[in-house]
Protein backbone atom coordinates (compact mmCIF):
# COMPACT_ATOMS: atom_id res chain seq x y z
CA UNK A 1 0.00 0.00 0.00
CA UNK A 2 1.43 3.75 -0.92
CA UNK A 3 2.64 5.68 2.14
CA UNK A 4 3.23 8.94 2.08
CA UNK A 5 5.43 10.40 5.03
CA UNK A 6 5.86 13.99 5.98
CA UNK A 7 8.74 15.60 7.79
CA UNK A 8 10.16 19.73 8.28
CA UNK A 9 7.37 20.89 10.49
CA UNK A 10 8.04 22.99 13.26
CA UNK A 11 7.79 26.47 15.24
CA UNK A 12 8.69 29.41 13.97
CA UNK A 13 8.60 32.77 14.14
CA UNK A 14 6.14 34.92 11.58
CA UNK A 15 8.98 36.17 8.91
CA UNK A 16 10.64 32.36 8.48
CA UNK A 17 11.36 29.73 6.57
CA UNK A 18 10.25 25.70 6.84
CA UNK A 19 10.86 23.31 4.23
CA UNK A 20 8.57 20.64 4.22
CA UNK A 21 9.18 17.05 2.76
CA UNK A 22 7.09 14.01 1.63
CA UNK A 23 8.79 10.98 0.64
CA UNK A 24 6.21 8.55 -1.53
CA UNK A 25 6.74 5.09 -1.11
CA UNK A 26 6.14 4.48 -4.65
CA UNK A 27 6.94 6.04 -8.31
CA UNK A 28 5.81 9.46 -8.08
CA UNK A 29 5.57 9.14 -12.16
CA UNK A 30 2.65 6.77 -11.01
CA UNK A 31 0.43 9.39 -9.86
CA UNK A 32 -0.82 12.43 -11.93
CA UNK A 33 -1.22 15.07 -9.33
CA UNK A 34 0.58 15.32 -6.32
CA UNK A 35 0.01 18.41 -3.62
CA UNK A 36 0.16 20.06 -0.22
CA UNK A 37 -2.90 20.57 1.74
CA UNK A 38 -2.99 22.54 4.99
CA UNK A 39 -5.83 21.84 7.57
CA UNK A 40 -5.93 25.11 10.11
CA UNK A 41 -7.48 24.39 13.56
CA UNK A 42 -11.31 23.98 13.41
CA UNK A 43 -11.03 24.59 9.34
CA UNK A 44 -11.75 22.55 6.88
CA UNK A 45 -8.58 20.43 4.86
CA UNK A 46 -7.65 23.23 1.94
CA UNK A 47 -5.31 22.90 -1.31
CA UNK A 48 -2.06 25.20 -0.66
CA UNK A 49 -0.61 23.98 -4.00
CA UNK A 50 -0.77 21.00 -6.13
CA UNK A 51 1.57 20.39 -9.40
CA UNK A 52 1.73 17.53 -12.08
CA UNK A 53 3.69 14.70 -11.40
CA UNK A 54 5.42 15.87 -14.66
CA UNK A 55 6.57 19.20 -13.63
CA UNK A 56 3.78 21.03 -15.73
CA UNK A 57 0.74 23.36 -14.02
CA UNK A 58 1.71 24.50 -10.58
CA UNK A 59 -0.91 25.88 -8.87
CA UNK A 60 -1.11 27.86 -5.63
CA UNK A 61 -3.39 29.16 -3.14
CA UNK A 62 -3.74 32.63 -2.60
CA UNK A 63 -2.35 32.69 0.32
CA UNK A 64 0.57 31.19 -0.89
CA UNK A 65 1.13 32.63 -3.97
CA UNK A 66 4.63 34.38 -4.04
CA UNK A 67 5.40 32.96 -0.67
CA UNK A 68 5.37 29.09 -0.94
CA UNK A 69 7.26 27.08 -4.06
CA UNK A 70 5.92 23.18 -4.41
CA UNK A 71 8.60 21.22 -6.05
CA UNK A 72 9.40 17.43 -6.23
CA UNK A 73 12.63 15.06 -7.08
CA UNK A 74 11.57 12.07 -9.16
CA UNK A 75 14.90 10.08 -8.91
CA UNK A 76 13.99 10.11 -4.66
CA UNK A 77 10.09 10.11 -5.17
CA UNK A 78 10.34 13.48 -2.92
CA UNK A 79 7.83 16.08 -3.17
CA UNK A 80 8.56 19.44 -1.16
CA UNK A 81 7.32 22.49 -0.32
CA UNK A 82 9.62 25.41 0.34
CA UNK A 83 7.23 27.97 2.84
CA UNK A 84 8.65 31.65 3.15
CA UNK A 85 7.36 34.84 4.72
CA UNK A 86 5.12 33.05 6.52
CA UNK A 87 2.29 34.19 8.81
CA UNK A 88 0.39 32.73 11.99
CA UNK A 89 -1.62 32.51 9.27
CA UNK A 90 -0.20 29.39 7.84
CA UNK A 91 -0.40 27.13 10.75
CA UNK A 92 -1.82 23.79 10.93
CA UNK A 93 -0.79 20.80 9.60
CA UNK A 94 0.45 20.39 6.17
CA UNK A 95 -0.32 16.94 4.72
CA UNK A 96 1.20 15.61 1.19
CA UNK A 97 -1.10 14.03 -1.25
CA UNK A 98 -1.35 12.05 -4.43
CA UNK A 99 -4.24 11.64 -7.13
CA UNK A 100 -3.63 8.60 -10.15
CA UNK A 101 -6.05 11.20 -12.32
CA UNK A 102 -5.54 15.03 -13.30
CA UNK A 103 -7.41 16.51 -10.57
CA UNK A 104 -8.14 20.11 -8.92
CA UNK A 105 -6.41 20.76 -5.96
CA UNK A 106 -9.19 20.01 -3.32
CA UNK A 107 -9.15 17.30 -0.69
CA UNK A 108 -12.14 15.21 -2.36
CA UNK A 109 -10.01 14.85 -5.49
CA UNK A 110 -6.99 13.21 -3.97
CA UNK A 111 -6.17 9.91 -3.41
CA UNK A 112 -3.97 8.62 -0.66
CA UNK A 113 -2.58 10.61 2.28
CA UNK A 114 0.15 10.86 4.33
CA UNK A 115 -0.22 11.63 7.98
CA UNK A 116 0.67 15.22 8.08
CA UNK A 117 3.19 17.40 10.03
CA UNK A 118 2.52 20.13 12.14
CA UNK A 119 3.48 24.00 11.32
CA UNK A 120 3.23 26.57 14.21
CA UNK A 121 3.71 29.99 12.95
CA UNK A 122 3.56 31.85 16.42
CA UNK A 123 6.50 34.43 18.14
Known amino acids: QLQLVESGGGLVQPGGSLTLSCVVSGDILDYYTIGWFRQAPGKEREGVSC????????NYADSAKGRFTMSRDIAKNMVYLQMNSLKPEDTGVYYC????????????????WGKGTLVTVSS
Open 51 to 58: MRSTGRTK
Open 97 to 112: AVARAIVACVKNGMAH
